[in-house]
């Protein structure tokens, strides 16, 4: 067998749709500030699906960040962030996500996908772990839990403030996890 599993190999999950744990789940980035330092971020405010089909074929994953939730620690930023010449929350209220192939075997994944930023969509590459199952003890339920890094380019999706001032490359970094169907 190779290191990567095939379209139609199962995943190590229970099929059906695992539901999103809030809870015990981020959304960070990172951006580098005049070139010499980095910027980190989070969005307090993400949703996300995981769809467990028989094989990775049948399995997807969506989210949907909302945008307006930046928190970088500071609130003059933050206003700035999300003002029309960076995000411009008002026309571009979201970021989603939309997986096209999974693909991997035991703690090394690759996620590939769609993600969109207002109406400009473009293809984006997770490399994800995914850390295992664990019962809950308080309640029985099963989590799963999952770490995915990636990078965009801001000029892709029509995010130009600022070349020079702020890096062109933006890192991101979702830990997530997920509770299997009853």
């Known amino acids: 067998m190779t290191s990567e599993t095939t379209a139609t190999t199962a995943l190590p999950l229970t099929a059906g749709r695992w539901a999103f744990d809030p809870f015990h ?5 990172t951006i580098r500030h005049l070139g010499i330092s980095k910027v980190r971020g989070r969005f307090d405010k993400l949703d996300a699906s995981l769809v467990v089909g028989e094989t990775l074929a049948d399995s997807s994953v969506t989210a949907t960040v909302e ?16 003002a029309s010449d960076l995000l411009d929350v008002a026309s571009r209220p979201t970021m ?45 339920s099963k989590h799963a839990g999952f770490e995915a890094t990636g990078e965009i380019r ?29």
């Open 25 to 29: 789940s981020a959304v960070g980035f």
């Open 96 to 140: 989603s996500f939309r997986s096209t192939r999974l693909a991997g075997a035991g703690e090394d994944w690759t996620m590939e996908g769609e993600l969109t930023i207002g109406d400009v969509t473009r293809p984006v590459t997770f490399a994800v772990e995914f850390g295992g199952v664990v019962d809950v003890p308080m309640d029985g």
């Open 67 to 82: 945008l307006a939730s930046v928190n970088t620690g500071n609130a003059d930023r933050d206003a700035h962030v999300r």
């Open 154 to 182: 801001r000029s892709e999706y029509g995010l130009t403030f600022a070349p020079g001032l702020l890096g062109e490359v933006v890192k991101i970094h979702l830990d997530v996890q997920f509770i299997a169907p009853k």
